[in-house]
């Protein structure tokens, strides 16, 4: 094999085309093989690899500067770096990271994660090289569904006036994670069916050269035209036209379910966890909403490209629709549009991952909260359990937008409180609503739903009454409360009050009162991070008081590719601990 003798891009340079084929197909035959059984990013792995082989026999890294849009596609290019054992030995399937990671290699130069990045951070590169005298290349690579992300265009914007090398790969394989949306989209459809040669071409309009490579998957069309580019003294865009999960049937037919995927079966290529028959938030939420949307013609369901994260499926996306809408991978975009819809006396539900909704933080602030538009925002995977890559990890959005003005954030701790709470914010026109979705599977609680959470707004659910010790279990941490409670009667008599507070954005200063009758201690426990979250919350209301407050959640913090049990062991969150550390405190 070939690529037991590649440890550096130069030994990429060494081989022959023929052998740099053959190269390919021994690295597409190792991915197939690892994302089988240890799961990943399939389609745009597989859909890279000539370009990669391209890249790093033509151009000279890490002198030369790669920078991956997202960099779920950059599996090939750290088995050209010296990291083709961790594709190769399943005991080191783990040794490195989905994305880019500098602290494995110095091939790699950012940690990057979410998309459209690249090209702002390339820019960047080139003009600190230009700053310091330098003249090596630098190639931003990004696809074209990244494309469609605000940041991609500021990037081609100041990137065109650098007037200097500046070299961007559009890897085209006509997908985001689904289907694409867009104008965009027109013109590169527009390039391909001319090879290049329309006379209206974005990029030219941009101000960039510009160069078509026809098969993308071909390695000597794309060696011949990266060598026409490089050492190119203005800035360029490099289109190539490439085929997503290319060389496995199962991916190139199925894209959209190839984009990421559990463990696979290679031959079938179905699952080898079959997990359809779990019940799922997602699931469940796409079947509401298309049931509503049959009655309610003002009802919409917003998408920046993860149409997924609620379960809207092909099938599902037709039958809503112009009910539902994918700006393509745009969140900005999403929060301000929904906040227009809303305004224009429409019903918006923009459906969104917890590490994602970050992106629009400022359209959260000022096109939906200022105007105080009555949008839904559906944050799933909000918690510690879910992601556990560094730069999709969902520790983060109650700090972020449990302190925006405005806004009210609820967290349901059960199926039932989510159904009501998802009925009343679509109904309700007074302000903008987001629920965080729970993230430990679907529970179920005995409870009269509510119908109007505007008549108890901010007012706590207290359902259990005791003493001594009160405990503010939030959204998917009320059951990790129910099990502290049960443990601090079982092992020391106490029986203590157990509150579900609903609201993340408010505290009920009427209970917290009570609370000082009868409670020498109210612990807080939340799946984020605690700096600037709920519990501070309830801490600064008791500041003065004689009232301790335990705060229980995460610290501020990166981690990256956790195990679960240890994270929380570390921030202390395990049962034993929690009723450790209680009555610590109370003694």
């Known amino acids: 094999m070939y690529i037991e003798n590649v440890n550096s891009p130069a030994d990429v340079k060494k081989l022959s085309i023929g052998q740099l084929e053959q190269l390919a197909d021994e690295m597409r035959g190792l991915l197939i093989r690892k994302l089988s059984n240890h799961g990943g990013h399939v389609g745009p792995n597989l859909g890279m690899v000539e370009a990669t082989i391209a890249i790093h026999y033509v151009f000279n890294s890490p002198v030369d500067k790669i920078v991956f849009d997202v960099s779920h596609q950059s599996y090939a290019h750290k088995m050209l770096t010296g990291r083709c054992e961790a594709f190769m030995k399943p005991d080191a399937y783990d040794r490195v990271s989905g994305y880019s990671e500098p602290s494995e290699s110095e091939h790699d130069h950012f940690v990057i994660g979410h998309t459209s990045t690249s090209i702002s951070l390339a820019s960047g590169l080139a003009k600190a090289r230009d700053l310091h005298g330098g003249h090596e290349n630098v190639i931003a690579v990004i696809g074209d569904g990244s494309l469609s992300g605000g940041e991609a265009f500021e990037g081609l914007n100041v990137g065109a006036e650098l007037r200097t090398n500046f070299i961007v790969i559009v890897n085209d394989n006509q997908m985001s994670i689904a289907e694409n949306h867009g104008g965009l989209y027109q013109n590169l459809q527009l390039l391909r069916e001319t090879e290049g040669k329309a006379e209206c071409n974005f990029f030219r309009a941009m101000g960039y050269d510009y160069l078509y490579v026809a098969d993308g998957n071909n390695v000597a069309e794309l060696i011949e035209a990266m060598q026409r580019i490089k050492d190119i003294y203005h800035p360029v865009v490099l289109h190539i036209n490439t ?345």
């Open 243 to 587: 085929l997503k999960g290319y060389g496995y049937r199962h991916a190139e037919e199925q894209k959209e379910r190839f984009h990421w995927s559990m463990p696979f079966d290679v031959e079938s290529g179905k699952d080898k966890v079959d997990l359809s028959h779990i019940p799922d938030y997602g699931d469940f939420t796409a079947r509401y909403l298309i049931d509503e949307m049959k009655h309610r013609p003002e009802l919409v369901a917003l998408t920046a490209g993860t149409p997924a994260v609620f379960g809207f499926t092909p099938d599902r996306r037709k039958e809503a629709g112009s009910q539902f809408i994918d700006m393509g991978i745009a969140e900005e975009q999403a929060v301000a549009m929904a906040s227009g819809i809303a305004k224009g006396g429409g019903k918006p539900v923009f459906g969104v991952y917890s590490t994602f909704i970050q992106r629009a933080y400022d359209q959260v602030s000022q096109d939906l909260c200022i105007n105080g538009n009555p949008a839904l925002m559906l944050v799933f995977w909000g918690g510690l359990g879910t992601m556990n890559d560094v730069t999709h990890l969902g520790f983060f959005d109650i700090p972020l937008l449990c302190n925006i003005p405005n806004l009210v954030y609820l967290a349901p701790t059960c199926i039932e409180e989510y159904i009501s709470m998802m009925s009343w914010a679509i109904c309700q026109t007074a302000c903008p609503v987001a629920i965080r979705v729970p993230s430990n599977g679907i529970q179920h609680r005995d409870i009269a739903p509510v119908a109007d959470y505007a008549q108890v707004m901010n007012q706590y659910e207290v359902t259990r009454r005791g003493s001594r010790i009160a405990m503010v279990a939030l959204g998917s941490f009320y059951q990790l409360g129910e099990e502290v409670a049960d443990r601090l009667g079982e092992l020391f008599g106490i029986e203590a009050t157990l509150i579900n507070p609903r609201f993340i954005s408010g505290v009920d200063g009427t209970l917290l009162e009570e609370l000082k009758q009868g409670h020498e201690l109210v612990i807080t426990l939340e799946d984020g991070v605690l700096d600037g979250g709920f519990g501070e919350k309830i801490a600064r209301y008791y500041g003065t008081s004689d009232m301790k407050v335990l705060c229980k959640g995460a610290r501020k913090e990166f981690v990256d590719r956790f195990d679960l049990k240890e994270l929380l062991l570390d921030n202390r969150l395990t049962v034993e601990q929690i009723v450790e550390d209680c009555m610590e405190i109370l003694k």
